[in-house]
């Protein structure tokens, strides 16, 4: 079983290496891709997604004792240290090797750009070592005035009292446990920034997406009154002056835009025409299987929405009502959950069969990252309001890939995070049992029971420390700012014959001929 498990967790691995290859080279622009950004945006979301499916393994060990694989004995301890190693090296690759990275292409495009000739590799390098080091200063910076401002720092800077402040500051007498800890939780707030703003707008949306069906008949209407409004209105311009050399600037920019929006529109009502003749094709009996798979695919997705939506509202309703301490330690339960959580008891129940739990979490990460890319895709990485970059298949720079996975890494983690919220009695305690007596039996272990006996698993010893909130914005999200009709975003004025495809969601015109 031992060699079995690893067998499985080294094919997993291998297909997050290859899923992340695809991944890169399907929205990546080809003749600006380089070999840097390929390897560092698999190493980045390959190590994010191997701390994941490492999870089940803390929990057996949790469950079942130290686990032998060979000659190695893997125990909690070794557990921790992994931990330790991987958080230490997504934060590396997230604010060291991703912004150098970054800075690498940017001045060399930059360079390119201006003077029209390649940047010594040599010179590259320096410049963007400088730049990085900028970045990691300022990061630093605001570090420091964030742990000098944290709560539980309460020795002031005094004459002579120097080495005291600074050993408080750091928590050396704990090895520095609580400096670490304010430090991971704004690495986690970061990412709980992402997970608002993309993940839950895939959770809500990207089911609705594919389980809904484009009307032609509407979409034809709505093109021929948008037209004859076009026409109105050109005319209504026209109609103010007797000759067209009489037309001022503005109008005449205005007819401008006008003549646009309906060659755009002309453009979209030939490629519903096209769709029609498809319909009537026998290519329309496998358009009507392909819609089938989707129709299916959307409803599993909505069930799974469905299901992370309720685990969350029961968990997070368990811990705000029966928490001992509140939001002093997170909402941390002393004893085990009194709503049913679906999604705690199923893993719960496959770990018992060790290693299929590493299949549903796995299936629970693939998802979360669909989600997370559908939302990326429609949302945009953006700075509050202002947009910066687009994820568009096969037009995508090398930089936004980078930034890209800078999200996924802090989305990824916050699932992780999340999984003491979604599933509080799996991540913490697995499936151990503690034996009272005869006539009651066995009851699951729980901060109640003797802690020598039950074992927390490290991964919960340490998340359980941060303090945490799981935002729950899906359904709010899907409420307040349901989509409107694709023809409505033809009134946006950032809108060419080369995006309306993708503004409209229409097939490309190679798969329509």
């Excluded at 899923?19 to 840097?36: D, H, M, R």
């Excluded at 920019?253 to 009537?280: A, C, H, P, V």
């Excluded at 309306?500 to 097939?507: I, R, T």
Aim: charge should be neutral; glycine fraction near 4%; charged fraction near 20%.
């Amino acid at each position: 079983m031992d060699i079995t498990t690893c067998t499985i967790f080294a094919i997993f691995v291998l297909i997050i290496f290859i899923l992340c290859g695809i991944f890169y080279n399907y929205f990546v622009k080809q003749n600006e891709s380089t070999l840097l950004t390929l390897v560092v945006f698999i190493l980045s979301l390959s190590t994010t997604f191997t701390l994941v499916l490492f999870i089940p393994i803390d929990i057996y060990l949790v469950s079942n004792g130290n686990l032998e694989i060979s000659n190695l004995e893997i125990s909690q301890k070794l557990i921790s240290r992994f931990y330790n190693s991987m958080f230490w090296t997504l934060i590396f690759e997230a604010y060291i090797l991703v912004p150098f990275s970054y800075f690498y292409l940017k001045n060399k495009k930059s360079y390119k750009n201006e003077f029209d000739d390649n940047l010594e590799v040599c010179e590259n390098v320096f410049e963007s070592l400088k730049k990085t080091i900028y970045f990691i200063f300022f990061l630093v910076a605001v570090s420091i005035i964030g742990l000098i401002y944290r709560p539980g720092h309460k020795i002031p800077m005094e004459k002579g009292k120097e080495l005291d402040y600074i050993s408080d500051l750091f928590d050396v007498k704990h090895t520095g446990e609580s400096a670490i800890l304010f430090l991971m939780g704004c690495v986690v707030f970061i990412g709980v920034s992402f997970w608002v703003s993309y993940t839950s707008y895939g959770l809500a949306c990207l089911p609705i997406e594919l389980l809904k069906q484009k009307n032609i008949e509407y979409d034809k209407k709505e093109i021929e009154y948008r037209f004859e409004n076009l026409k109105e209105k050109e005319a209504m311009i026209k109609k103010k002056y007797n000759t067209l050399n009489e037309i001022k600037d503005d109008d005449r920019d205005e007819i401008l835009k006008i003549n646009n929006m309906k060659r755009l529109l002309s453009k979209y009502n030939y490629k519903l025409q096209e769709i029609e003749k498809i319909s009537e094709s026998w290519v329309s009996y496998i358009i009507g299987i392909a819609l089938t798979f989707r129709i299916l695919t959307g409803l599993i997705f909505l069930t799974f929405s469905s299901i992370i939506f309720v685990s969350l509202l029961a968990s997070i309703t368990d811990k705000y009502f029966n928490s001992i301490c509140a939001y002093k330690c997170g909402f941390v339960l002393d004893q085990i959950n009194t709503l049913y959580n679906i999604v705690d008891s199923s893993l719960i129940f496959f770990s018992k069969y060790f290693p299929l739990d590493i299949l549903v979490l796995a299936s629970l990460a693939l998802y979360i990252f669909c989600c997370s890319v559908y939302g990326i895709i429609n949302v945009g990485i953006r700075i509050f309001f202002i947009p910066l970059y687009k994820l568009k298949p096969k037009k995508t720079s090398p930089e936004t890939m980078l930034v890209f996975s800078f999200v996924l890494i802090h989305i990824i983690l916050v699932l992780i995070m999340s999984l003491l919220t979604i599933a509080p009695n799996y991540v913490t305690y697995g499936i151990q049992n503690i034996k009272i007596d005869d006539e009651i039996g066995y009851i699951k272990c729980s901060l109640k029971t003797d802690k020598h006996i039950c074992k927390m698993s490290v991964l919960s010893r340490f998340f359980n420390k941060i303090f945490f909130v799981m935002y729950t914005l899906s359904l709010l999200y899907t409420i307040c700012f349901k989509k409107s009709s694709y023809l409505d975003r033809l009134n946006d004025p950032n809108l060419s014959s080369e995006n309306l495809d993708e503004k409209m969601n229409l097939l490309p015109m190679e798969k329509l001929t």
